[in-house]
């Protein structure tokens, strides 16, 4: 008991004075660390994230720490200085791979780091500075443990500095949940730049208590939605004015929606509409989604970026340089989810500065707000001005959420999971009733979608209107047999590998047979619909939808929580602790290092939009 607690006391010591070191290692961030002239809160803000983010980081260690207490003093402080001393490499080194390339240490880096070859390459002299700093940091621990072994320091001492870290953490975290609630920008876009930082966010629950009050959010939204502004050190989109000779008869754009929607089931007995719908378009048989989740899948669409922009996007306020193309050439707008387009925030990223957006769509279920989407489109056609072109969005959601109601919809997909029981489904489930479910709901949808068309057809608009037909993401019904449902769990194809028919007035309608993706939906239609004469690359990631390349393509796609660079023949996933996964396509571990030149490509796809 004595060895315990004379290492208990030591440990509380050593790591407090670690978690010193570690928040002035954390001072190099702070370049990148804008802040407005008179925001005094962002100041605040910034100091108590310092003390709080980085002191969590030595009290994680601590804890860690904490089943070796029983072991010989000397022992256990060296285990503890070998702990600390990589938590305080990595943040060097991560300092500077921010510093290069705008985003944090993963698993990508290390590869190429420790694959050798030309990718990324050291010199004799970075290597001397590295070891010297390797070697300031090692003989600075050694100080701390010394320091912490002094009997001046008192239980008072450690237990206040410990406080102290704790209300900082608590106070960081209080204030970007109410600015992230009332829509303030400028805290918010810090978040990217601290290493593995996943702040706090709570508008549901303070409007709930009433602490912030929804009209005045929601009239904050519209006014912070109008601001044209590019935080300085973050998101620089598009990287150069767009320049644009429109044409004298601008044509309409209408994109149309299904949320989870498997290639599969694209064409066939679910959807007779679409089918005929595609049968006079262009449709492309290898296309991917930037994401296997709402949020990547429609903001890789529209940003033709990859989706780990997203946050930075979010935060900075700029919407798509389409959409503010279109906006600058007086288009019409209708935006019409059946789900709510702040949950993700697409109010405040693609539908930014729409006026009047809806956010919400009234409705009792999917079901009955994918009916009220397709009147209100229909609606709008009939009363819009007629003298100026319009664009149209429309996300169909009752497929996501299986709403089907057998009373009022037709079920001759048969047998269907009549109700919903995710606790059933484990690898030996039959699939074959829920895919079933999802079959009969999509064919309400497809429905609907056929209203949409057939409006469009009525009015005379078939001839002007470029008809956009895809969706976010695919939807696994176990297709991989490793129990995978849904969405958002994986990287496979079932999953990414989505519809898309364009019907293009004036393109005779047929197959394209090689790989393409949502990256390259915007492009195309800047440079060939709109009169675009900026470089793509100035506002994109992605290629002409209708020019095949030479080369394999390696596509960065998008979760909420990892992302993985999709090769033909192989899945690099990173998760955002750094660990990086290599598999085949179906989910089948690679035994082989990672394509050295798709990580290369990924880097500076993934940091090309950050100043």
């Known amino acids: 008991m004595v060895r315990v607690r004379a290492n208990q006391r030591w440990t509380l010591r050593f790591w407090l004075l670690s978690a010193a070191l570690f928040m002035l290692i954390g001072l190099i961030y702070w370049p990148w660390l804008k802040i407005p002239p008179g925001n005094h809160l962002a100041a605040l803000y910034l100091v108590l994230t310092q003390i709080g983010w980085f002191g969590l980081f030595a009290i994680a260690s601590m804890l860690i720490t904490l089943p070796l207490l029983v072991l010989p003093r000397l022992l256990f402080r060296l285990l503890c200085t070998v702990l ?117 966010t709570a508008k549901d629950t303070l409007i709930r208590w009433g602490l912030v009050d929804a009209a ?37 754009i209408l994109f149309v929606m299904i949320d989870a929607w498997r290639f599969d089931d694209a064409i066939g ?27 990547a899948g429609i903001f890789s669409l ?7 922009y997203f946050t930075a996007a979010k935060s900075s306020g700029r919407r798509p340089a389409m959409m503010q193309l279109l906006a600058d050439n007086r288009y019409q707008f209708a935006i019409l989810g059946s789900a709510a387009l702040d949950h993700p925030p697409f109010d405040r990223t693609v539908f930014s500065g729409i006026e009047n957006l809806r956010v919400t ?52 997909f048969r047998p269907y999971w009549e109700r919903v029981d995710h606790i059933m489904l484990d690898n030996a489930f039959d699939p074959t009733p829920y895919h079933n479910r999802y079959r009969n709901v999509l064919l309400y949808d497809d429905a609907l979608i056929g209203e949409v068309l057939a409006k469009l057809k009525q009015q005379g608009l078939d001839d002007n209107t470029i008809v956009v ?36 007035p004036g393109m005779a309608a047929r197959d394209i047979d090689y790989r393409t993706s949502h990256l390259d939906v915007i492009p195309t239609l800047m440079t060939r619909a709109l009169g675009v004469t900026t470089p793509m690359r100035d506002y994109s990631v992605g290629r002409d939808l209708l020019t095949p390349d030479s080369q394999p393509r390696h596509l960065i796609v998008g979760s909420y929580y990892n992302y993985a660079i999709v090769s033909p023949n192989e899945l690099d996933v990173v998760t955002p602790d750094g660990m990086q996964t290599n598999l085949t396509p179906t989910l089948q571990p690679l035994g082989r290092p990672a394509n050295k030149e798709a990580l290369r490509q990924a880097m500076e796809e993934m940091s090309r939009f950050y100043r």
């Open 84 to 200: 600390g001393l990589a938590i305080a490499v990595l943040l060097a080194v991560d300092t500077q791979v921010f510093e290069q390339f705008r985003f944090h240490l993963n698993g990508f880096v290390f590869t190429l780091f420790f694959s050798g070859g030309d990718t990324i390459e050291f010199s004799w002299l970075t290597w001397l500075i590295a070891i010297t700093v390797a070697v300031l940091l090692a003989a600075a621990l050694g100080v701390i443990g010394w320091l912490a072994a002094r009997p001046q320091f008192s239980r008072r001492m450690t237990g206040g500095g410990y406080a102290i870290i704790l209300l900082a953490l608590i106070g960081s975290q209080s204030i970007h949940a109410w600015e992230d609630a009332n829509y303030h920008r400028v805290i918010p876009n810090y978040s990217d730049t601290f290493p593995l930082y996943y702040p706090l």
């Open 216 to 252: 005045k959010v929601e009239a904050e939204r519209r006014r912070a939605s109008k601001l044209d502004h590019i935080p300085d050190g973050h998101f620089h989109y598009p990287l150069s004015a767009i320049a644009a000779a429109p044409p004298a008869k601008p044509m309409n």
């Open 269 to 295: 007995a679910a959807t007779p509409h679409i089918s005929d719908f595609a049968r006079q378009s262009l449709r492309f048989m290898q296309h991917e989604s930037g994401g296997n989740s709402t949020q």
């Open 302 to 308: 529209f940003y033709s970026i990859p989706a780990t």
């Open 361 to 412: 769509t009234p409705g009792k279920d999917q079901a009955t707000r994918d009916r009220r989407i397709t009147d209100d489109f229909k609606q709008f056609l009939d009363s819009r001005d007629a003298g100026r072109p319009f664009f149209g969005f429309l996300f169909y959601d009752a497929v996501h959420g299986y709403d089907l109601h057998p009373d009022t919809m037709q079920t001759p």
């Open 469 to 504: 037909v895809t969706t976010d993401h695919g939807e696994e019904f176990n297709d991989n047999h490793q129990n995978y449902w849904g969405h958002g769990s994986n990287f496979s194809q079932t999953q990414v590998h989505v519809p898309l028919f364009i019907r293009w």
